[in-house]
């Protein structure tokens, strides 16, 4: 699908569809202005050095009202009204499970003195087990960061200061427990020695790399979060870049109703990459027990394309070759 000739053609619809309501007066006045998911504002006071920091998260349109989902957007940390950083993330679970007052998780994950947080992506297990991602804050850089090692694989709970605990299961069901607890030496996160598995049981992989030929549920999705997390910061890239090359060459309104349908354009290629995923495996007569991790790589595969095609957007920008 090419990308720039679809936006093109759906802020035409959109410049025209807006023109007809707003004659009607059936066109809020903040149609073009970023909505916001619903998630209510939290506040926090990170350390007595750090201050207090405004979490919101925030859509460039309504795509909160998808199919009972709250969607993917950005986690928009702020100082007085000044951003600080955007954050992506999708919120891969029934608006019901999400508590909209406390849709984050703040703890002295590491024992450094400083609140971090951790926030819930998707519900595993059958909606028993929560797959979490955990954001630690940095106070030299005054910014959060993702930990890597024990994000999008299961469940992450506080235990002793400085540890965790991460459970996760693998496709048969499988639970198994790690224990990780951050080193301020090296100022990693170490996992603690594991007991030799069981006998006649599977060890459950919770590395983040997908492999084609022998796809695992746990590391086919951790890769596919990571590569949707990429996907979703360059689209945003893309979209802040456009606008203002449009602005110049078109005015305002025009560059604004563009940077909407472009979203909305993703949303709707997120939702039709999980659709096609899902009867793609099926189609190929998948085994049941591996239909979740075929599902994780085929999205892994259509992501992965997507943002080869983005990044080539974003350099044409760069070169000032890319025309309304």
Not at 13 to 38: D, E, I, K, V, Y
Request: aromatic content about 8%; some cysteine; hydrophobic content about 40%.
């Amino acid at each position: 699908m090419n990308i720039e000739i679809l936006s093109r053609m759906r802020v035409l619809g959109a410049l025209l569809m807006t023109a007809a309501l707003a004659a009607c007066g059936q066109l809020p006045l903040n149609f073009l202005q970023p909505q916001r998911s619903g998630l209510q504002a939290i506040s926090q006071q990170i350390g007595p050095d750090a201050g207090t920091l405004r979490f919101d998260f925030e859509f460039d349109d309504k795509a909160d009202a998808v199919e009972g989902e709250v969607g993917s957007g950005y986690i928009v940390v702020s100082r007085d009204g000044t951003e600080l950083q955007a954050l992506p993330h999708a919120f891969e679970l029934p608006r019901e499970r999400l508590d909209r007052q406390a849709w984050l998780d703040f703890k002295d994950f590491n024992g450094d003195g400083l609140l971090d947080f951790k926030v819930t992506r998707l519900f595993a297990m059958d909606g028993k087990l929560s797959v979490d991602s955990l954001y630690q804050f940095d106070a030299k850089t005054g910014n959060f960061a993702q930990v890597d090692g024990v994000s999008n694989a299961g469940e992450i709970e506080a235990t002793a200061p400085g540890c965790l605990l991460l459970t996760v299961v693998n496709a048969a069901g499988t639970p198994r427990q790690e224990s990780h607890c951050f080193a301020p030496a090296t100022a990693r996160w170490v996992r603690a020695k594991a007991d030799a598995p069981k006998k006649g049981v599977a060890v459950i992989k919770v590395s983040a790399v997908c492999d084609p030929l022998a796809p695992e549920l746990i590391s086919c999705r951790r890769a596919r979060i990571e590569q949707d997390r990429v996907l979703l910061t360059m689209v945003r890239e893309y979209r802040m870049g456009k606008k203002q090359a449009l602005i110049g060459l078109q005015g305002k309104g025009y560059a604004e109703a563009y940077a909407r349908t472009q979203h909305l354009d993703h949303q709707s290629w997120h939702r039709y990459r999980d659709a096609r995923c899902a009867s793609q495996v099926r189609e190929q007569a998948v085994a049941v027990k591996a239909l979740p991790a075929a599902t994780e790589l085929c999205r892994y595969d259509w992501s992965r394309d997507q943002l080869r095609r983005y990044k080539e957007q974003v350099a044409r920008l760069g070169e000032g070759q890319s025309k309304p």
